[in-house]
């Protein structure tokens, strides 16, 4: 008996009467093209008659090239804080002979779900989430078949183990120790805050909530932010740095009432200096500035950044000890049915950028 002859996308085409192209979207199910249903199930029908389904892989079936790998999903690299945990993560993981593969998203919902769904595709070691991503339910799926670690602020309805830092936490501890300073007035610099991004909300809350219990007014906190529209025209590896800086001079040059400023994040933070000494003001005596994160960059002399340190090293260590941890326990034949959250509490870095209010020592 001779060869089967490979059935092609054009021998479909020929026997329908219709084009190739047609007849390759269809089968390939290509997005945003449009066929009537009758053409659609025509052309289904005469592949499956003519064997041409049997010529194709099965995507299903998980790849395991990756079966010793972790997957790190972040939104970019260029804030320092997710360059410091994603070493982390790699550090840790070597200890355990992992390898780890990163993905950039840069908080695009469109962009996760095409990596979400190829990594369905493939068998893992696990996934760590790096910050509140918008396709909570097919993490959560994912997460019915492989380990699936959040790091930050708990995303919501979320059903996988998380390493946790409540951002409210700390920005109260941030406006505590301004208003101890003397400052009643001040300025909250941060990138887009939108309903995605539970980080730069929460921090948003905990400074007002602190003011409020101090009994000042609502106006008393400046919310200095940018559309996402024009934060997305900056350069991604100095976005939260120009930011920043841009809010900052625009403040100054506003006559702006506050006194001290409050950086989203670190980088954020180092914008608002520049912006500061740019104008020729001097910090910490004509304006305080914070930060969060407490980046390598936060403790040099000539910076000096008072921040907070959520043990950004340690989360990254754990949650790959939490990936290894549940590895083991199947191994042992033992499933883990349990749902883990750890947190550390935040501590207050207190350095140069931050002094008594002006309008005390004058």
């Known amino acids: 008996m001779g060869k089967r002859k490979k059935v092609t996308t054009r021998d479909i085409a020929e026997a329908l009467g219709v084009s190739q192209s047609t007849v390759s979207m269809i089968l390939s199910e290509k997005p945003r093209v449009s066929f009537s249903q009758d053409t659609?199930?025509?052309?289904?029908?005469?592949?499956?008659q003519m064997g041409y389904a049997e010529q194709v892989p099965d995507v299903s079936r998980k790849s395991k090239a990756l079966a010793n790998t972790i997957i790190a999903i972040c939104p970019n690299l260029s804030g320092g804080y997710y360059s410091m945990l994603l070493h982390s993560?790699?550090?840790?993981?070597?200890?355990?002979?992992?390898?780890?593969?990163?993905?950039?998203?840069?908080?695009?919902?469109?962009?996760?779900?095409?990596?979400?769904?190829?990594?369905?595709?493939n068998q893992l070691a696990g996934i760590i989430?790096?910050?509140?991503m918008a396709q909570i339910p097919k993490l959560n799926e994912l997460a019915g078949k492989v380990p699936v670690i959040s790091i930050g602020d708990k995303p919501g309805s979320y059903h996988f183990d998380a390493v946790v830092l409540?951002?409210?936490?700390?920005?109260?501890?941030?406006?505590?120790?301004?208003?101890?300073?003397?400052?009643?007035?001040?300025?909250?610099?941060?990138?887009?805050?939108?309903g995605q991004e539970?980080?730069?909300?929460?921090?948003?809350?905990?400074i007002r909530q602190c003011l409020e219990e101090h009994g000042l007014p609502e106006d008393h906190l400046e919310i200095l932010s940018t559309s996402r529209k024009e934060f997305a025209k900056y350069p991604g590896d100095r976005a939260e740095y120009q930011n920043g800086y841009d809010r900052t001079i625009e403040a100054l040059q506003n006559g702006t009432a506050s006194t001290a400023f409050i950086g989203n994040n670190d980088m954020t933070a180092l914008g608002i200096m520049d912006a500061i000494t740019k104008l020729g003001y001097k910090i910490p005596f004509d304006y305080s500035v914070c930060g969060f994160d407490n980046i390598p960059l936060a403790s040099m002399k000539q910076i000096s950044l008072t921040t907070i340190e959520h043990a950004t090293v340690q989360k990254g260590h754990e949650a790959v000890d939490l990936i290894h941890k549940k590895h083991s326990q199947d191994h042992s034949g033992r499933q883990p049915s349990y749902t883990v959250r750890l947190e550390y509490e935040p501590q207050l870095i207190v350095r140069n950028s931050t002094g008594k209010c002006r309008k005390n020592l004058r």
């Open 40 to 48: 659609v199930d025509k052309v289904r029908a005469m592949a499956e």
């Open 89 to 121: 993560i790699i550090e840790q993981a070597n200890q355990h002979k992992y390898t780890v593969l990163t993905v950039t998203t840069l908080r695009d919902a469109r962009i996760e779900h095409i990596y979400l769904d190829l990594l369905a595709r």
């Open 129 to 132: 989430v790096l910050y509140p």
């Open 166 to 194: 409540d951002s409210k936490k700390p920005a109260m501890m941030i406006a505590e120790h301004l208003l101890s300073l003397g400052h009643t007035h001040l300025a909250y610099v941060t990138t887009p805050v939108h």
């Open 198 to 206: 539970v980080g730069r909300i929460r921090r948003l809350a905990g």
